[in-house]
């Protein structure tokens, strides 16, 4: 089999040191937010249908797969700012609207 | 699948492999060592080492000695029984900011055993594992949580980019190249083993769904989060009169408590406000022979006994704790628990092996092209795996020849074991950084010669040298130190392999047949 | 005692599953320097009795130990059995040579 070729590596620079970071940051922060706020939005749906202690159990435990599968996804898209998009703009929506929708669920 | 996605895949494992597997490697580590924290700590507190006592004790009689050293600003004392693997009682006396402090009981006498003067496996080794020992605003949990998910990508990213998974199953090819046999090894270990390491990095995450997911309940309950905590785990509160009161038989109230749970044991009691009249008894009840950790409980009312509460997990949490059951291994199957320590050793292996496959694979390029990538991931990764193995040793080491109640420069005789333990891992990053090409080898002699040292002084300081605990049974201490000769011989092995010689690979070969 | 002798027959047939299975692969018959399975129909003999030694170490772990800690039992052992057959291979090959050359 011997050793596998050797990835694309990109060229040295700050220019793509920055956009590695920034790629980290929408990764591991936007990301984490997103899949917060879409397990927040989870909880309170399925609320009505279980126990909602049970439900917040329920979507915390998928939310680590949810989270893993975001994290995959955001270093395999190749256009910065898609990622962006979907872990920050989908982490203000997400977020947002459970914070938004909660007072009047639970009032 | 595309070959982009799978090139930024490699480009993933690789890099991310470098950045964490030093932290990686540590938690694998520690988390290996803690299958066993229970024996680790019998032999690093010999008073603890008693013999087990058939009946469970009195809690009465535990009570009675606890009552004599609790203090007014104590909301709370505790008591876990012994069991097969931990033959004390450990009494917990809880503050107001739910600080412990603890004292353990010889169970067939009732008599206080001296203090420990030492944090050992279940108060260094256990939490380093799952938090780093970094306590301040939870960032050690933080950081073990972005580790744990960062293992899993691991894990999914290296399916993703290896190329023949079932064709190389059982590919290991020790007699070659040092960059061919460590790829070999390391997907060896990380394909076979891919079941335990991922279920038991996710279980550990699912443990502490509460602290990384913590926006759920606020958003969720509002106002009302203390209705998730009763509903989910039957936690009764209720406030201190500030009017002293009795308090009824425990003994009877574990009776009752028996009765409702068709003959299970509680393995842990808490009495909160004690000497008032609001006081309550918790009691939870063990699981030696289930997965699950169940969290049934029941609450007695102080004084009267009567039962205030009972409390069995619903479904999901059931599930929740079922997972952490399979992470935590707390129930009685010691043929799982060797299976368990010899899979984290897998898992260890992995690490290392996919650490040294990137250095091997890079280190003719990097020195040809004077790149410095190789020199500095080498120091990380020796100190990362050699150096944290010494560094352990070196903790057990100094716990035998640390006299009783030392203290240097006002740290107590615990704080001086770990002071060591840092020390010592610090050192060893420094050694490898000032001995490129020798590290490994010097580290591995050190090993030796540190586990070695160890047998020797616990036979000297605590008499119970092998011959005695082989025959007597005294199997924790006994393994402790057949698994420390153990680790001693490998460690003796590969650093004699790793002598300087002619050729210019390493390898995994062995002599000729 | 009989506990023992199930643990026994649990990785023993986890052991001998994963042999039958390498044996099935062309590049480790070559290994143990037996010859290769001419069709691939002979290739599917070994593997089919290895899945069946697995499925049956799976049996023993159940009736040994129950559904939660059986299946946990099976699922480890797989992993040591794998690596053990792994290292055979690498070290001492000749030691699967007899069960390789029951299949031609």
Redesign the interface.
């Known amino acids: 089999?011997?050793?596998?070729h050797r990835?694309?590596?990109s060229p040295p620079g700050l220019f793509s040191a920055l956009k590695l970071i920034s790629r980290i940051l929408a990764a591991?922060v936007g990301g984490y937010l997103l899949s917060?706020g879409l397990?927040?939005l989870a909880?309170?749906a399925l609320?009505f249908t279980?126990?909602?202690?049970?439900?917040?159990?329920?979507?915390?435990?998928l939310?680590?797969?949810l989270?893993?599968a975001v994290?995959?996804w955001s270093?395999?898209e190749?256009r910065l700012w898609r990622v962006w998009a979907v872990t920050a703009g989908g982490a203000a929506a997400t977020?947002g609207l459970?914070?938004w929708l909660?007072?009047l669920l639970?009032? | 699948m595309g070959e982009s996605f799978r090139q930024s895949m490699t480009w993933l494992h690789s890099w991310a492999g470098v950045v964490i597997g030093a932290l990686l490697f540590a938690i694998f580590w520690m988390g290996t060592l803690s299958v066993f924290d229970r024996e680790i700590d019998r032999w690093m507190i010999p008073d603890t080492r008693l013999s087990t006592v058939a009946a469970p004790p009195s809690l009465d009689a535990v009570a009675a000695v606890a009552v004599g050293l609790v203090r007014p600003e104590h909301r709370a004392w505790l008591a876990t029984l012994p069991t097969d693997r931990e033959p004390v009682v450990k009494l917990f006396f809880q503050d107001s900011e739910d600080h412990f402090e603890s004292r353990f009981l010889d169970p067939a006498t009732m008599a206080l055993l001296p203090e420990a003067g030492s944090w050992a496996a279940s108060d260094f080794i256990f939490p380093f594992h799952y938090n780093l020992n970094l306590e301040w605003m939870h960032i050690g949990y933080w950081l073990v949580g972005i580790l744990g998910m960062a293992m899993l990508v691991m894990l999914t990213s290296g399916v993703i980019i290896h190329h023949r998974i079932f064709t190389d199953f059982f590919t290991f090819r020790p007699g070659g190249k040092l960059p061919r046999s460590s790829l070999d090894l390391h997907n060896l270990t990380a394909v076979v083993g891919l079941p335990f390491h991922f279920v038991i990095t996710l279980s550990g995450l699912i443990i502490f769904f509460s602290i990384h997911f913590p926006g759920v309940v606020p958003i969720v309950y509002q106002d009302k989060q203390a209705d998730f905590v009763k509903e989910a785990y039957g936690v009764v509160q209720r406030d201190a009169a500030g009017v002293p009161g009795d308090l009824a038989s425990l003994d009877a109230m574990r009776m009752r408590a028996s009765e409702l749970w068709s003959g299970g044991q509680p393995y842990f009691v808490r009495i909160w406000h004690p000497g008032d009249a609001n006081s309550y008894v918790e009691m939870r009840r063990s699981f030696p022979d289930t997965v699950t950790m169940n969290l049934d409980a029941v609450y007695f009312d102080g004084p009267t006994g009567a039962i205030l509460h009972t409390h069995t997990a619903k479904p999901v949490m059931t599930v929740q704790r079922f997972l952490s059951g399979l992470h935590f291994i707390q129930f009685e199957h010691w043929t799982l628990r060797w299976l368990y320590f010899v899979l984290g050793l897998s898992g260890c292996v992995m690490i290392a092996a996919g650490f040294i496959y990137w250095l091997e694979s890079r280190r003719k390029r990097h020195a040809a092209q004077g790149l410095a990538g190789v020199r500095i991931v080498e120091g990380l990764a020796v100190g990362a795996v050699t150096g944290i193995v010494t560094a352990t040793l070196a903790f057990f080491v100094a716990n035998r020849l640390l006299p009783t109640g030392a203290t240097v420069l006002g740290y107590e005789r615990y704080a001086l074991e770990i002071w060591i333990f840092y020390l010592v891992w610090l050192a060893s990053f420094v050694h490898a950084w000032i001995r490129p090409g020798h590290a490994w080898r010097e580290q591995g002699w050190t090993i030796a010669g540190l586990a070695a040292l160890a047998v020797i002084l616990n036979g000297v300081t605590t008499g119970d040298h092998l011959v005695r605990t082989l025959t007597e049974a005294s199997w924790a201490v006994a393994g402790m130190d057949l698994a420390l000769l153990a680790g001693a011989s490998v460690a003796a092995f590969a650093a004699w392999r790793l002598r300087p010689r002619a050729a210019v690979s390493l390898s995994f070969k062995q002599p000729a047949e | 005692m009989s506990d023992w002798l199930l643990f026994i027959g649990i990785l023993g047939t986890a052991y001998l599953g994963f042999a039958l299975l390498a044996l099935g692969q062309s590049k480790h018959r070559r290994t143990v320097k037996a010859a290769d399975l001419k069709t691939p129909f002979r290739s599917a003999i070994p593997r089919c009795l290895g899945a069946l030694a697995l499925a049956t170490s799976l049996a023993l772990a159940l009736l040994r130990d129950g559904p939660s800690f059986g299946a946990l039992l099976w699922v480890t052992v797989l992993t040591a059995g794998a690596i053990a057959v792994a290292f055979t291979l690498a070290w001492r090959p000749k030691w699967l040579r007899p069960l390789a050359v029951c299949f031609v």
Not at chain 1, 1 to 4: A, D, L, N, W
Request: no cysteine; net charge neutral; proline share 5%.
């Open positions: 089999m011997g050793v596998p990835t694309a590596v591991v917060a397990i927040t909880a309170m609320g279980m126990a909602q202690s049970e439900a917040v159990v329920l979507v915390s435990m939310g680590f797969l989270y893993l994290l995959l270093f395999a190749r977020v459970a914070l909660a007072p639970a009032g």
